[in-house]
């Protein structure tokens, strides 16, 4: 297979993503590293990483902090996030996400209200105020709306899995897909720049369905997404359960392969590195840079908390921190936007 002869429909891209030529996907990643260059640039955009909390109500059957899990809970406080948010400012990192457990308690969601207005009176000297993503699960509507208000311009809610039979299969029977795609879609009219992603190489799935992923962020018209290789958890049900699921270096090559495809599809649009990359490769992260994603996380949740979040097996052996970044990005190609939002050219172009 070559890459000129790729197709942009449901065949097409299942085909590349069947097809397991290593010269055809070093070729992809080339090709989609030099689009992403021609399009928006050579500069990667950085997003301090706060991860406030492991609590979720939810009890996805693939995640390591799912409400039936026994695990140690933490919950950062008002403070610690501050100064992990000062931390990402200090560095001039330009945004932060704010990344925890789905949780819709009237507690909860006034603390995340009033750390985005604190947030936004960080000084960040001669940059703009940070800009702030949040990744916190389903809310309704009017919390959405009073986040945004307070705010926060960014929301990340993976749809995990676009086909609804394969999202069943990972979710118990109350999480509804239906809910899900209606969260997405009141996320951009109230207008954040919504973004979405997916699991790569989890059981059950097919090249079909990855396809359908992709042809999903398109349809959606996605400004970002952030998606990554499953790393399966070894107390989940879906680990548990002993369904197959393909290779760490299979699912490492898919997840760059991926990316490089949506690079190809949405050339303008925010492509993160997921931290899931790093798991399976020591320079994971830097990889998905050049194979076309364009943003980087590095963390900075206080170290004695961040072991305990606990998504997948073998994250707590990541080399993070805020000095992720030299831990993170050697290659000389790679530019760093300092003190910059990092907004999709996508969206800003919308
Ligand atoms: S994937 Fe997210 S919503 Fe689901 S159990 Fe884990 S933290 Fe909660």
Known sequence: MKVSELTWDREGLAAAIACEDAAFEAALREEAYRVKVDTIGPEVYLRGLIEISNIC????????????????????????????????????????????????????????????????????????????????????????????DAGAHRY???????????????HPEDHSYDRRLQALYDL????????????????????????????????????MVGMGPYNPHPQTPLTLSGAPYPSAERRFALGLKMIALLRLLMPDINIAAATALEVLDPRGREKGLLSGANVFMPNVTPREQLVKYNLYDRKT???DGPSALEHGLSDSRIVIGYGRWGDSKHFRQE
Do not use: H
Not at 113 to 140: A, C, F, N, V
């Open 57 to 148: 109500v939810k009890d996805c059957l693939y995640c390591g902090i799912r409400r039936d899990i026994s695990c140690p809970r933490y919950e950062l406080s008002e403070e610690e996030v501050l100064s992990a948010a000062r931390t990402a400012a200090g560095r001039r990192f330009g945004s932060v996400v704010i990344q925890g457990g789905e949780r819709t308690d009237a507690a909860f969601i006034r603390k995340i209200t009033r750390l985005l207005k604190e947030i936004k009176q960080i000084d960040t000297g001669d940059d703009p105020p940070l800009g702030i993503t949040l990744s916190l699960g389903e809310q309704s509507r009017e919390v959405y709306e009073e986040w945004f």
């Open 156 to 170: 990340l809610l993976r749809i995990e899995a676009f086909n609804p039979d394969l999202y069943r299969k990972i």
């Open 188 to 223: 951009k009219e109230i207008g954040y720049q919504a973004g979405t992603g997916a699991m790569i190489g989890i059981p059950f799935q097919t090249a079909e369905d990855l396809a359908d992923d992709l042809l999903f962020y398109k349809q959606f018209d996605a400004p």
């Open 317 to 319: 052996s990541l080399p």
